[in-house]
């Protein structure tokens, strides 16, 4: 038996290549790889040597050759085709591994020129890949580390790797291929290539690519969708986003639906923008609890106030750990799912009782008062792109990560906010931001006091506010209130201040935004412009 090895990424390489040496298979390889190999101790034999055909124009040709790809693609099950390698004196390859030159993370440096995207397109790599992978019956293809240890166990074992595995590396190969070009695809797709511009600079891209390739990566399938007599599977990024829900590790509970999932991604966006103790209660898509306090047990308390009935069977997400105080009062109602950073052990076993609560653990892309400025949304833990499935396409977008500043706000009435009902305005305002549209929150105190989501008229959703704040015993006296888009007529202010409003923040922008300011002004209130709208949809 012979095995081919000629990686990018040396992890494992000299330990896989020792084992294959112990089965007494063969080692054929190219430059790199096959001096560390012989720097190992291990006998080596150039691929230039197998072929006869040294490696030339820098090294872009090396593994194109009948000698490799004859090797790979003979069918052993085929007469002819041994026929055909024996004529030539070609032996055959049972094993490869392979990695490509690092595409992805070479375009991902700020400093890549097009030169460098070039230069670190694989063509052999992938040629060599495909041509294993279709042959996977006889041929072992291997093109991740993680893959080295089984292999290993297997030739131990039995002396060969099964037909089993063979064909799932093959179709793992045949993925990696898919995600290679489809990265390619993107980076080229962007690049504003026009007269003047030299391979040597950091090219212009276009933020929207002329094609654009989704490469996700299946976790699990679900019981059934959004509805029972649907069917759902879970995919995320092939490169997730630190902190983002697909890397959460489920502690307890029942498996997780599709609702489950859809609404806790929801709550976990929401609570990880904060950056003070924060907890977020969702129920279908939309927080109706949200709250900020000196530990969970306080920020719980006060966003399950807001709410209590919606509360029952939804979703809670923390951004700070969670310990026995906390959880021993978030076990007195029915929760789905609950989120946190991290769990005291006494509060695990709070839930241990409740076998049927989902608990997932999930760690924060950086801890709360960490600085994050300047870092990435994906370093962030957010999205940098939004996708909608529409009729036959998408609609792709940046994501919604606009953070506002009390340097944003804009006051545009005769009455001032207070330095308390600023704060106040900024909460309401990142809660409204994770409301679906149209979206009217009053909060006070750090704690949301009423929410309206979803209505047809911005008028309904304010009155579906006061009609759930007054259900939770609750004053929206003296509160304040956001509202995601700007009010087109004045009768949207008359009734958030009817209610109990004394500061208001909206996006400006309407055409009838002087009479919107003339009724602030006439009612007393205070209001200030965001600038920014916040629709969901």
């Known amino acids: ?261 859809a609404d806790a991604d929801a709550a976990w966006e929401c609570v990880k923008s904060f950056d003070v103790p924060a907890c977020v209660i969702v129920k279908h898509a939309n927080p109706c609890g949200v709250a900020v306090g000196a530990n969970s047990l306080e920020a719980y308390s006060k966003a399950f106030q807001t709410d209590p009935t919606s509360a029952f069977g939804g979703i809670i997400a923390l951004n700070t750990p969670l310990d026995e105080a906390g959880a021993l009062q978030i076990s007195k109602q029915f929760v789905e799912v609950l989120m946190a950073p991290a769990y005291t052990p006494q509060a695990l076993a709070v839930f241990a009782a409740k076998a049927n609560v989902r608990v997932l653990q999930i760690e924060l892309p950086a801890p709360l008062g960490t600085p994050t400025a300047g870092k990435s949304d994906w370093q962030n833990g957010r999205n940098a792109m939004d996708m909608k499935r529409i009729g036959s396409g998408i609609l792709l977008q940046t994501a919604d990560n606009h953070h506002l500043t009390l340097a944003d706000l804009k006051v545009v009435t005769v009455k001032q906010p207070t330095p308390e009902q600023l704060q106040d305005l900024l909460f309401a305002w990142k809660v409204a931001q994770y409301v679906k549209s149209n979206a009217i929150v009053f909060c006070a105190n750090g704690m949301t006091m009423g929410v309206g989501a979803g209505q047809m008229s911005r008028l309904d959703s304010a009155r579906i506010a006061s009609i759930k704040a007054e259900h939770a015993g609750l004053s929206l006296k003296d509160t304040v209130v956001a509202s995601d888009a700007f009010f087109p007529f004045r009768d949207g202010l008359d009734v958030v201040v009817d209610a109990g409003a004394t500061c208001v923040i909206q996006p400006g922008g309407s055409m009838r935004d002087d009479e919107v300011i003339t009724a602030a002004n006439e009612r007393g209130v205070a209001m200030v412009y965001s600038g920014v709208r916040h629709f969901r949809h």
């Not at 006998?43 to 050759?65: I, N, Q, S, W, Y």
């Not at 003979?74 to 390859?93: F, G, K």
């Not at 490869?96 to 790599?125: H, Q």
């Not at 090219?203 to 509805?227: A, C, M, S």
């Open 1 to 261: 038996m012979n095995a081919l090895l000629s990686v990018s990424d040396k992890t494992g390489i000299v330990e896989l290549a020792q084992a294959l040496h112990a089965q007494s298979i063969k080692l054929l390889s190219t430059g790199g790889t096959a001096k560390l190999l012989a720097d190992n101790g291990l006998p080596v034999t150039e691929v230039a040597e197998m072929t006869g055909f040294p490696e030339m124009l820098d090294g872009r040709v090396k593994t194109l050759h009948p000698r490799v790809h004859g090797g790979l693609l003979a069918r052993r099950d085929v007469p002819a085709h041994m026929a055909a390698l024996a004529e030539h004196q070609i032996e055959t390859i049972d094993v490869l591994v392979v990695n490509l030159y690092p595409f992805e993370s070479t375009v991902a440096k700020s400093g890549c020129t097009l030169e460098d995207a070039i230069e670190n397109i694989d063509i052999g790599g992938p040629a060599m890949v495909r041509s294993a992978a279709k042959n996977w019956k006889d041929v072992a293809v291997l093109t991740d580390a993680s893959q080295y240890a089984t292999v290993i166990a297997e030739l131990k074992g039995d002396g060969k790797v099964s037909t089993k595995t063979k064909f799932a590396l093959s179709v793992a190969a045949f993925n990696r291929i898919s995600q290679y070009d489809g990265a390619i695809s993107d980076y080229l797709s962007s690049v504003q290539f026009g007269d003047g511009v030299a391979d040597s600079e950091v090219p212009k891209r276009d933020l929207f690519p002329g094609q654009t390739n989704g490469r996700f990566v299946k976790l699990q399938d679900l019981r059934y969708g959004e509805n029972s007599h649907q069917q759902a599977a879970l995919y995320r990024d092939l490169y997730p986003a630190p902190g983002s829900l697909v890397s959460a590790k489920q502690l307890q509970g029942k498996e997780l639906s599709y609702n489950n999932i």
